[in-house]
């Protein structure tokens, strides 16, 4: 299934690199020739102007209004970059309770076929938001990394599967399917210590399936060297100039994750490039 639909998140404050990666989630839907649907939501709280002298509370009051401004200033670098690639969008903002903003994100990221979410490093409230998107959702996601925004390319010309034959993985493959078809090379990796008899057969049906559908991919293993998978995979993909990594999320369970770290909290926390990930 084609990509025609894509949704965008707006939220946090307007930052540079924020700027930047809203800039390059539009030159995504332009390239994909989809229509984008940014929604940009803020805290349903009353902020009531902090005085703080001996500056007076003049100084306090305008930074108030500068708060309030976030939101609008989200919206403006997402029509404008819209209209810079002529790319057809749409644009809505609201406001709801801050521990709900996450739940009412991934519900309106339901009738899209792809979710754009730019990802401050190691933030918080990006991740919570990121896994809200992956268990309340039912659509992939595509993380772009607000601190490589400015060097990131609309187009994923390089593309790698991080297979580690679950279920997971095999759904992100069939999500990300038009992705890897128009991709220039598309190569299977796997990080193991050992290259086994299973591991090398599991790879290679990967291979021969991705050839029934016109992708003529690579498969090779990767070893860990005693760092995190998620680690080794993004020191590869920086490597090896890729410019998208696909991938299952939470193998384990999240909980688990939380507690000892894993592959999918180690990108989400900052990911190498863009990474598309499926639950």
Not at 109 to 126: C, E, G, M
Not at 172 to 179: E, T
Request: glycine share 8%.
């Amino acid at each position: 299934m084609a990509i025609k639909d894509v949704f965008l998140p707006l939220v946090g404050q307007p930052s540079g690199p924020a700027l930047a990666a809203i800039e390059k989630c539009v030159a995504v839907a332009a390239d994909l020739g989809a229509r984008i649907t940014g929604l940009a939501l803020e805290d349903d709280v009353f902020v009531r102007p902090k005085v703080v002298f001996p500056n007076g509370p003049e100084s306090a009051e305008l930074s108030v209004v500068c708060e309030a401004g976030d939101m609008q200033q989200l919206l403006n670098a997402f029509t404008e970059a819209a209209a810079r690639t002529g790319t057809r969008a749409q644009s809505r903002s609201g406001r709801v309770p801050a521990d709900q903003i996450a739940s009412t994100l991934a519900e309106h990221a339901r009738f899209s076929d792809l979710s754009l979410i730019p990802v401050k490093a190691h933030d918080s409230r990006t991740e919570s938001i990121v896994e809200s998107f992956l268990f309340e959702s039912g659509r992939p996601l595509l993380l772009c990394p607000e601190q490589h925004a400015g060097s990131l390319r609309p187009e994923f010309e390089h593309v790698v599967i991080a297979w580690d034959h679950s279920a997971r993985a095999a759904r992100a493959v069939g999500d990300a399917l038009p992705i890897i078809q128009a991709a220039a090379s598309v190569r299977v990796v796997t990080v193991a210590e050992d290259k086994t008899e299973a591991i090398a057969q599991s790879g290679l049906s990967l291979v021969h399936h991705l050839r029934e559908h016109g992708v003529y991919a690579s498969f090779e293993t990767v070893k860990s060297g005693g760092s995190s998978i998620g680690k080794v995979l993004g020191a590869w993909a920086q490597s090896h100039a890729i410019d998208a990594i696909v991938m299952g999320a939470y193998h384990h369970s999240r909980l688990n994750e939380t507690v000892w770290g894993g592959v999918t909290k180690t990108v989400i926390g900052q990911p190498p490039c863009w990474v598309m990930m499926s639950h």
